[in-house]
C-alpha cells in the first residue's frame, strides 16, 4: 500500500511541479493588460477578486497562473484528450491515459467535459495551499470513480492499475502480476475500520490522518507557488 500510494503521489508532485515551472516562466513574457488578455479568450474566467475570495491565492498569483494556462491553452478550456497529451509527457516509459483521466475527472469538478481555469485554480488551491482535511477529500473524490459517497474494492483496483499502467515496465523494482490485488487488500485492511467492504470518507481521512507517511506526502505540495 505505502509504495502504490508513493508512486501515485509522486506522479501528481511531478505533474504539479511540472505545471509549476510552466508557468513561472510565463513571467518572462512582455507584460499585457489582464483584462485584454481575457477578452480575447472563447472562455473568458470569473473576475480574479472572486477566485481570490474562493481560493487560497493572492490575485497577483492569480495573474500568474492566467498568463501560464492562457498561455498553453488559448481557448481557456482543456479537454479529455489534450489534458491526457499533456499528463503522457511526465510518463513516457507507460501508458497514462487511464490514470489521467481519473485525474481528469478530478479536475473537472463540474463534469462538463473541459477543465477551465476556475477548475484549474481552486484544484491547485486546495492541493498546494488546503488544509488537510481539504487535500484529502480531494484525494478521495479522486479514488471515488463514480461519485457515491465510497471506495469499493473494484474502484480502487482500477486505480492501481492505472498507477501501475503510468509507471510502466521500467518500474524498479519490477511489479509483479498479482501486486495489483495485494495493494488493494492492503489498502482496505487499513481503511476499511468497519469491515463492510468500502471505505467512507471518515474512514479514508481517520486512516491517513494515522499514517505518518501519508501526512508527511501532504507537505510536497507546500511552497510549490
Same mark, same amino acid.
Not at 215 to 224: G, T
Given at each position: &500500500?505505502?509504495?502504490?500510494?508513493?508512486?501515485?503521489?509522486?506522479? $501528481?508532485?511531478?505533474? @504539479?511541479?511540472?505545471?509549476?515551472?510552466?508557468?513561472?516562466?510565463?513571467?518572462?513574457?512582455?507584460?499585457?493588460?489582464?483584462?485584454?488578455?481575457?477578452?480575447?479568450?472563447?472562455?473568458? #474566467?470569473?473576475?480574479?477578486?472572486?477566485?481570490?475570495?474562493?481560493?487560497?491565492?493572492?490575485?497577483?498569483?492569480?495573474? @500568474?497562473? !492566467?498568463?501560464?494556462?492562457?498561455?498553453?491553452?488559448?481557448?481557456?478550456?482543456v479537454n479529455e484528450?489534450?489534458?491526457?497529451?499533456?499528463?503522457?509527457?511526465?510518463? #513516457?516509459?507507460? +501508458? %497514462?491515459?487511464? !490514470?489521467?483521466?481519473?485525474?481528469?475527472?478530478?479536475?473537472?469538478? %463540474?463534469?462538463?467535459?473541459?477543465?477551465?481555469?476556475?477548475?484549474?485554480? &481552486?484544484?491547485?488551491? =486546495?492541493?498546494?495551499?488546503?488544509?488537510?482535511?481539504?487535500?484529502?477529500?480531494?484525494?478521495?473524490?479522486?479514488? +471515488? =470513480?463514480?461519485?457515491?459517497?465510497?471506495?469499493?474494492?473494484?474502484?480502487?483496483?482500477?486505480? @492501481?492499475?492505472? =498507477? !501501475?499502467?503510468? &509507471?510502466?515496465?521500467?518500474?524498479?523494482?519490477?511489479?509483479?502480476?498479482?501486486? #495489483?490485488?495485494?495493494?488493494?487488500?492492503?489498502f482496505f485492511q487499513?481503511?476499511?475500520?468497519?469491515?463492510?467492504?468500502? @471505505?467512507?470518507?471518515?474512514?479514508?481521512?481517520?486512516?491517513?490522518?494515522?499514517?505518518?507517511?501519508?501526512?508527511?506526502?501532504?507537505? $510536497?505540495?507546500?511552497?510549490? =507557488?
Open positions: &500500500m505505502a509504495g502504490c500510494a508513493k508512486r501515485c503521489k509522486q506522479g $501528481l508532485v511531478k505533474f @504539479v511541479l511540472s505545471l509549476h515551472k510552466l508557468i513561472t516562466g510565463t513571467l518572462k513574457k512582455d507584460k499585457i493588460d489582464d483584462d485584454f488578455e481575457m477578452s480575447i479568450v472563447c472562455h473568458r #474566467p470569473e473576475g480574479l477578486d472572486k477566485l481570490e475570495a474562493q481560493s487560497n491565492f493572492s490575485k497577483r498569483e492569480l495573474q @500568474v497562473l !492566467y498568463r501560464g494556462f492562457k498561455n498553453e491553452c488559448p481557448s481557456g478550456v484528450d489534450t489534458f491526457k497529451q499533456i499528463y503522457a509527457q511526465f510518463f #513516457p516509459h507507460g +501508458d %497514462a491515459s487511464s !490514470y489521467a483521466h481519473y485525474l481528469f475527472d478530478a479536475f473537472d469538478s %463540474a463534469h462538463s467535459g473541459s477543465i477551465k481555469f476556475e477548475d484549474f485554480v &481552486m484544484a491547485l488551491s =486546495i492541493l498546494l495551499r488546503g488544509s488537510v482535511r481539504e487535500k484529502l477529500t480531494w484525494t478521495f473524490n479522486l479514488y +471515488d =470513480i463514480n461519485r457515491d459517497g465510497y471506495i469499493n474494492k473494484e474502484e480502487m483496483t482500477d486505480i @492501481v492499475r492505472a =498507477i !501501475y499502467d503510468m &509507471m510502466g515496465k521500467y518500474t524498479y523494482p519490477a511489479l509483479k502480476t498479482d501486486t #495489483p490485488k495485494q495493494h488493494v487488500d492492503a487499513k481503511m476499511d475500520k468497519n469491515r463492510d467492504g468500502v @471505505v467512507t470518507l471518515d474512514e479514508f481521512i481517520l486512516s491517513c490522518q494515522e499514517d505518518e507517511n501519508i501526512m508527511r506526502s501532504l507537505q $510536497l505540495f507546500e511552497n510549490v =507557488i
